[in-house]
C-alpha cells in the first residue's frame, strides 16, 4: 500500500468522472494521435508541465493506469511498463491550475477559487494475515471534502462521487477496493469568513495485502 499512489489514483479518477466540470477546474482537454514505434515514454504535447489528469491512453486497447503506464505530472511524461508499438490515442487535461487535490485549501483563498474537493488518507489499520507473521491485511480510511459557497451544489457534488465510487468500487490498480462508510454533517468552514460550506463523504480502502520484505 503506497498512500502517495493511492491518492494520486484517486485524484486522477475523480478529475476523470468530471464531478467538476473542466470550465470549473480551469482545465482543457486535449488528445494527442500518432504511433509508437518501440517507445518507452511520451510527452504530452499541450502543456506537459501543467498535466492535471490522464483520461485515456488507447493503442489498440485502453491501457490500464498503474498497471500499463505510470505519470509524472510534474513534466508531463507517460512511461510504458513495455516498450509500445503502434497507433495511439491519449487523451488529457492540462491547464495552470485545479479544484481537485489531494490536500486541503489554504485558508488565504478568495472565493472565486471554489468550489474545490480535497482528498486524503485519514488512518489505517493493520493485522496479521495468517500463521508466520509474513503477511498483513490493511485497511485505509479515505475522506474527501467538498467545498463550497451553495449547499444545493455541494449535495449534488456529493451525490455524483457516491455514485462513482460505487459504480468503481473494484476498478482501481493501486488498492482492490473501496466501499463508501459514511458522510459528515454540512458545516460553515472554518478560518473561511462563514461564506463556505463544507460536506465530507468517507471511503474505506479494504483488504491490501502487505508481505515483509
Do not use: C, W
Not at 504530452?44 to 491501457?63: C, D, F, Q, Y
Not at 463508501?180 to 479494504?206: C, F, K
Amino acid at each position: 500500500m503506497n498512500i502517495s499512489q493511492t491518492k494520486q489514483e484517486l485524484i486522477n479518477f475523480l478529475r476523470n468522472q468530471d464531478v467538476l466540470t473542466t470550465t470549473v477546474r480551469g482545465v482543457t482537454t486535449f488528445e494527442d494521435t500518432g504511433t509508437f514505434d518501440a517507445d518507452e515514454t511520451h510527452t504530452v504535447a499541450n502543456s506537459p508541465t501543467n498535466l492535471k489528469n490522464i483520461r485515456s491512453v488507447t493503442r489498440g486497447t485502453v491501457l490500464v493506469y498503474g498497471k500499463d503506464y505510470t505519470i509524472n505530472f510534474v513534466t508531463g511524461v507517460i512511461s510504458f511498463t513495455s516498450a509500445q508499438t503502434g497507433a495511439y490515442t491519449i487523451s488529457y487535461d492540462s491547464g495552470s491550475r485545479d479544484s481537485i487535490y489531494p490536500d486541503f485549501p489554504r485558508d488565504d483563498l478568495d472565493i472565486s477559487s471554489y468550489p474545490r474537493i480535497a482528498i486524503d488518507v485519514i488512518n489505517g489499520s493493520s493485522d496479521v494475515f495468517g500463521i508466520g507473521g509474513s503477511q498483513f491485511i490493511s485497511n485505509f480510511s479515505v475522506t474527501i471534502v467538498v467545498y463550497d459557497d451553495n449547499q444545493n451544489d455541494i449535495e449534488s457534488y456529493i451525490d455524483l462521487i457516491r455514485t462513482d465510487i460505487i459504480n468503481n468500487s473494484q476498478g482501481f490498480y493501486y488498492f482492490k477496493f473501496i466501499k463508501l462508510t459514511g458522510t459528515g454533517p454540512m458545516i460553515s468552514s472554518p478560518d473561511r469568513s462563514n461564506e463556505i460550506m463544507q460536506r465530507n463523504i468517507d471511503a474505506q480502502i479494504m483488504f491490501e495485502v502487505e508481505t515483509a520484505a
